[in-house]
């Protein structure tokens, strides 16, 4: 705690000004310039005094340095109480960043980003929920990467014509010494607490900006003292320096000196170029973070904002309701549409109509797919999984169509036209089956054979659920891909009855909803988390 210097009342760290606020006398003092009231000066210790409260539900563990600071619940589990267990010395982080971003414009924020997006519901921005925003400093930890000793990296000579249209390129090992400390690398978040998941979301702090720490600052805040073995995260932080680290040993004179005068380019990433780095932990930090939970039931959502850049990393499950309103509308429309179309060219019959709503069929299948692939492929960093959105499958339904008329339709040139729609519709269904649905299916296959290497507990969820979800899944798509693919022979055919092929129509529709409805499902549930327990080793996601 820290008291004013003019009257001895409280004061508090005012993210406006950046000053520390006198709440009796409302006099304002630079918090670089005020000494720790409990601990001496804190700039000279390395501990100081806090104020623990853990959750008796989940284990989570936060800090205060206000002796009258009472934590209504907990911000992790949304449990009613948190113990006060009781006066504690804190290591003493290197530095702080404090926050600037204030609890009116964290609302603020906050709402915006619901506002995005359409198919979440409003109640995550109910006046009472987001009034339980609260300011935690984060614990981050910095590391260092340490090249002592024997390096080696693989080099290409220039290709040589030895004749007959033959070129050699021969390869190198280039050898030395380095002796090497590197410190660029990003900061991790330090509490088992703060799921990752949520951390790299919320983008990175400039640590331009870092204050020498003082508990000054943390009036008014939370904090966490930082609970996660550094070591876990040794294999991030390697892949992150390497790059970094190649480029340093392939711009160092020994090794620029020996491939400039070999006339070698050197590799840049080759599995037989040789760095050994380890990493260590180094200096651990404090960044504000304004948090937030939302629980019902055995789930809940959480809400983060960067105090300092403003960035929103939140859970939005989406609303069913919303999806399934939107979906009948469209059906309606489209259906509508297809209806007046008939009326306006008798000519078009009812086949036309199926298969329309068998390239739909396709079409929806594709899309849906995609976005399930997308959601595991962003919480597991499966970078050939985050691609986006192809509209080539599109294009192709959209062709595939134009030749179902042609073929189904009579009038002058009608062997013509039925020849050009057929090669054009056999054409762009193989286009759609080879080179969008296929590399989906090969994609769907490789998240079963996925295991989680990193350690947030949500991205652990999102495997679980996306592995119990797939099995339905690909029945589900399997089932509706094989009815799709029959009714093309019976378009082409054209020779049934219109109550036939408008009851196929239906069914093709009816396959679509309900895959549909299972993907609402798993969206919904991959954005909720399970209640966790930071008292045990892990959460609710131990085992895939």
Request: aromatic share 12%.
């Amino acid at each position: 705690m820290v008291y004013c210097p003019t009257c001895g009342a409280e004061m508090i760290f005012d993210t406006v000004s950046q000053m520390m606020v006198c709440n009796y006398c409302k006099n304002s003092f630079d918090p670089e310039k005020l000494n720790d009231n409990t601990s001496g000066d804190a700039l000279t210790r390395s501990y100081y005094d806090s104020y623990a409260y853990i959750c008796p539900s989940c284990g989570a563990e936060i800090n205060t340095t206000d002796k009258n600071d009472a934590v209504g619940f907990c911000p992790y589990c949304k449990g009613s109480s948190m113990i006060f267990d009781k006066l504690r010395r804190e290591w003493t982080p290197k530095g702080i960043i404090p926050f600037k971003i204030t609890k009116e414009q964290c609302k603020q924020l906050y709402c915006a980003e619901v506002k995005k997006h359409f198919f979440v519901s409003r109640k995550y921005m109910d006046p009472e929920l987001i009034e339980e925003f609260k300011g935690i400093y984060m614990p981050y930890c910095r590391f260092k990467g340490i090249v002592d000793g024997t390096v080696s990296l693989r080099a290409k000579s220039k290709e040589t014509d030895i004749g007959n249209y033959d070129y050699r390129t021969d390869n190198y090992d280039l050898k030395g010494d380095a002796h090497y400390i590197i410190t660029e690398t990003i900061a991790h978040d330090a509490s088992a607490a703060f799921d990752d998941h949520i951390s790299e979301r919320l983008g990175v702090f400039d640590e331009k900006e870092m204050k020498s720490f003082n508990p000054a600052y943390l009036s008014g805040f939370y904090a966490e003292s930082g609970n996660s073995d550094m070591n876990e995260y040794a294999a991030v932080v390697h892949d992150e320096m390497m790059p970094y680290v190649r480029n340093e040993l392939k711009n160092a004179p020994p090794m620029k000196a020996s491939s400039e005068a070999m006339k070698l380019t050197i590799y840049s990433d080759h599995e037989e170029n040789l760095v050994n780095m380890r990493v260590e932990a180094s200096e651990r930090r404090l960044f504000p973070v304004w948090f937030m939970s939302y629980r019902r039931g055995k789930k809940i959502t959480y809400a983060a904002v960067n105090g300092q850049t403003g960035k929103v990393a939140a859970d939005l499950p989406l609303s069913p309701v919303k999806i399934l309103l939107t979906a009948l509308v469209l059906s309606t429309v489209i259906f509508g549409f297809l209806m007046v179309f008939m009326q306006c060219l008798p000519t078009i019959p009812a086949s036309a109509t199926l298969g329309v709503c068998t390239m739909l069929g396709f079409a929806g299948m594709y899309v849906l797919q995609h976005y399930y692939i997308r959601t595991v492929g962003s919480a597991l960093h499966q970078s050939d999984m985050k691609k986006k959105l192809s509209f080539g499958a599109i294009f192709q339904c959209f062709v595939a169509v134009v030749a179902i008329i042609l073929i189904t339709t009579d009038g002058t040139y009608e062997r013509y036209r039925a020849t050009t729609g057929m090669m054009l519709g056999y054409i762009s269904v193989g286009i759609l089956l080879f080179l969008f649905l296929l590399p989906q299916t090969l994609q769907t296959a490789k998240i079963r054979k996925i295991k989680l290497t990193r350690i947030s507990m949500q991205s652990n969820g999102i495997l679980v659920e996306a592995k119990k979800f797939n099995r339905i899944n690909t029945l589900m798509r399997a089932v509706t891909f094989l009815t799709l693919i029959s009714f093309i022979p019976v378009i082409v055919s054209d020779n049934k009855p219109n109550s036939f092929y408008y009851g196929l129509a239906v069914i093709a529709a009816a396959e679509l909803f309900a895959l549909t409805l299972l993907n609402i499902m798993f969206q919904s549930n991959v954005a909720k988390r399970r209640l966790p327990q930071f008292n045990k080793k892990g959460a609710a996601y131990d085992q895939i």
